[in-house]
């Protein structure tokens, strides 16, 4: 079986679908990859084979602008970029020359559910974010400011979910329809749910205790365990020097896709030195304060080995580092600001895995009462302790084969 992978987004949307090759692979399926050039790394790690889609610089260029980080329509523009970009997606699926059996896409992969359909090859959409479905039971916390929706009344559930598909037809359908125009394939009406629900099979790498599925969810939605890396290796020289020097730091990041974070860094090294702890800045965006002596700033580096060394994490809420920060056993303090973050945040705290602090509220004075929160309180430190071999221990990996051969060489009806 030949599988195209394609993921669009931020590296946690890239390292679950690397994670699904890699299962795949291990069936001794043939699997190839279309990234942005940023994240080619990632799958050479993997061992997977890749062609980049768009030019070096495309995706920082994208999360620059403000408009990715609204915290309304933040994804109907990432989604209306990647409609813009389909000429790129389709170039690099011409290079890759692979004749796929099934394509796997993320939530805003619609380039490749677009062509798939055309070439009448079976699509697995995989989502990372349980935000993407809505219940009346459940619902989500779509942004900053509606943390009070799920416990409103049902009439004003509907009518913010009738809002939320005002916005993203108003934005999306006319450059969707003109899409499809142009593969011949028909028109849509909704794109909540003949776009971001379609599909002929629909994962979710959540699994039930941190989103219990719900009646009105889709039929053929399949949950699974985090999709985490597993990584084996050791941590940069200059990290493990500090470690030895300043053992269980707070993490402080915001992100693999935000480089507006002097805010963000001013805060954590303030509230660091408030808390007198040692602590590491972990971001893409080199930092320009001077951190004392136990500080230290790093790019990037696999969460999977750092968390287990780390007091604990203050993030921006992305399913990636949240479930990785659960999978260590450690608080986190979740500082969301766009996307499905305030969900996963509200469900942090609900969970009693940690706390949260919204990011228009963020100084350095309720960072530091929030962290002092976090790290008194015996309450989630015995619920982290008890919840991380939930994650660290299951392993989905074989089920999710099962699930994306079926429609290969067991397909449906």
Same mark, same amino acid.
């Given at each position: 079986?030949? /599988?195209?992978? &394609?993921? $669009?987004?931020?590296?946690?949307?890239?390292?679950?679908?690397?994670?699904?090759?890699?299962?795949?692979? &291990?069936?001794? +399926?043939?699997?190839?990859?279309?990234?942005?050039?940023?994240?080619?790394?990632?799958?050479?790690?993997?061992?997977?084979?890749? #062609?980049?889609?768009?030019?070096?610089? *495309?995706?920082?260029?994208?999360?620059?602008?403000?408009?990715?980080?609204?915290?309304? #329509?933040?994804?109907?523009?990432?989604?209306?970029?990647?409609?813009?970009?389909? @000429?790129?997606?389709?170039?690099?699926?011409?290079?890759?020359?692979?004749?796929?059996?099934?394509?796997?896409?993320?939530?805003?992969?619609?380039?490749?559910?677009?062509?798939?359909?055309?070439?009448?090859?079976? #699509?697995?959409?995989?989502?990372?974010?349980?935000?993407?479905?809505?219940?009346?039971?459940?619902?989500?916390?779509? =942004? +900053?400011?509606?943390?009070?929706?799920?416990?409103?009344?049902?009439?004003?559930?509907?009518?913010?979910?009738?809002?939320?598909?005002?916005?993203?037809?108003?934005?999306?359908?006319?450059?969707? !329809?003109?899409?499809?125009?142009?593969?011949?394939?028909?028109?849509?009406? *909704? /794109?909540?749910?003949?776009?971001?629900?379609?599909?002929?099979?629909?994962?979710?790498?959540?699994?039930?205790?941190?989103?219990?599925?719900? =009646?009105?969810?889709?039929?053929?939605?399949?949950?699974?365990?985090?999709?985490?890396?597993?990584?084996?290796?050791?941590?940069?020289?200059?990290?493990?020097?500090?470690?030895?020097?300043?053992? *269980?730091?707070?993490?402080?990041?915001?992100?693999?896709? !935000? $480089?507006?974070?002097?805010?963000?860094?001013?805060?954590?090294?303030?509230? &660091?030195?408030?808390?007198?702890?040692?602590?590491?800045?972990?971001?893409?965006?080199?930092?320009?304060?001077?951190?004392?002596?136990?500080?230290?700033?790093?790019? +990037?580096?696999?969460?999977?080995?750092?968390?287990?060394?780390?007091?604990?994490?203050?993030? %921006?809420?992305?399913?990636?580092?949240?479930?990785?920060?659960?999978?260590?056993?450690?608080? @986190?303090?979740?500082?969301?600001?766009?996307?499905?973050?305030?969900?996963?945040?509200?469900?942090?705290?609900?969970? @009693?895995?940690?706390?949260?602090?919204?990011?228009?509220?963020?100084?350095?004075?309720?960072?530091?009462?929030?962290?002092?929160?976090?790290?008194?309180?015996?309450?989630?430190?015995?619920?982290?302790?008890?919840?991380?071999?939930? /994650?660290?221990?299951?392993?989905?990996?074989?089920?999710?084969?099962?699930?994306?051969?079926?429609?290969?060489? %067991?397909?449906?009806?």
């Amino acid at each position: 079986m030949k /599988v195209l992978l &394609s993921p $669009f987004g931020s590296e946690g949307d890239v390292n679950p679908l690397i994670w699904a090759a890699s299962a795949l692979a &291990s069936r001794g +399926h043939t699997s190839h990859m279309l990234l942005p050039a940023k994240y080619g790394a990632l799958a050479d790690r993997a061992g997977l084979p890749w #062609t980049p889609v768009g030019k070096a610089g *495309d995706f920082d260029a994208m999360v620059r602008d403000a408009r990715f980080w609204h915290p309304m #329509t933040g994804s109907a523009h990432v989604a209306s970029v990647m409609l813009s970009s389909y @000429q790129e997606f389709l170039a690099a699926y011409r290079e890759s020359g692979i004749q796929a059996d099934l394509v796997i896409s993320s939530t805003l992969g619609l380039a490749a559910a677009f062509a798939a359909e055309a070439e009448g090859i079976p #699509t697995l959409r995989v989502h990372m974010q349980p935000a993407i479905f809505r219940s009346l039971a459940d619902c989500p916390v779509f =942004a +900053h400011g509606l943390g009070w929706l799920p416990a409103a009344p049902a009439v004003v559930k509907r009518l913010a979910f009738r809002m939320i598909d005002e916005i993203l037809n108003f934005k999306l359908r006319g450059p969707i !329809n003109l899409l499809r125009s142009e593969l011949s394939l028909g028109p849509i009406q *909704d /794109v909540y749910q003949e776009m971001i629900l379609a599909g002929d099979g629909v994962a979710l790498m959540t699994p039930p205790w941190f989103a219990k599925p719900q =009646a009105e969810w889709p039929k053929r939605v399949h949950q699974f365990a985090f999709p985490l890396d597993r990584l084996a290796g050791e941590l940069p020289s200059n990290l493990q020097q500090f470690l030895s020097a300043h053992p *269980d730091p707070i993490v402080w990041t915001h992100g693999s896709a !935000n $480089f507006d974070t002097r805010r963000f860094h001013s805060c954590a090294i303030r509230a &660091s030195r408030n808390l007198g702890l040692p602590f590491l800045i972990v971001g893409p965006e080199p930092l320009k304060d001077v951190l004392p002596p136990n500080g230290l700033a790093i790019s +990037h580096v696999p969460f999977d080995i750092l968390f287990p060394k780390c007091r604990a994490v203050v993030h %921006h809420g992305g399913i990636g580092t949240t479930a990785k920060a659960i999978a260590a056993g450690i608080p @986190q303090l979740v500082v969301p600001r766009s996307h499905d973050q305030p969900d996963n945040a509200a469900r942090v705290s609900r969970l @009693q895995l940690g706390l949260h602090l919204s990011y228009p509220r963020l100084s350095p004075i309720r960072a530091t009462r929030a962290v002092q929160n976090l790290l008194t309180s015996d309450l989630i430190r015995n619920t982290c302790k008890k919840t991380a071999p939930l /994650v660290r221990e299951a392993d989905d990996s074989s089920a999710f084969a099962d699930f994306a051969e079926s429609f290969v060489l %067991h397909p449906r009806k």
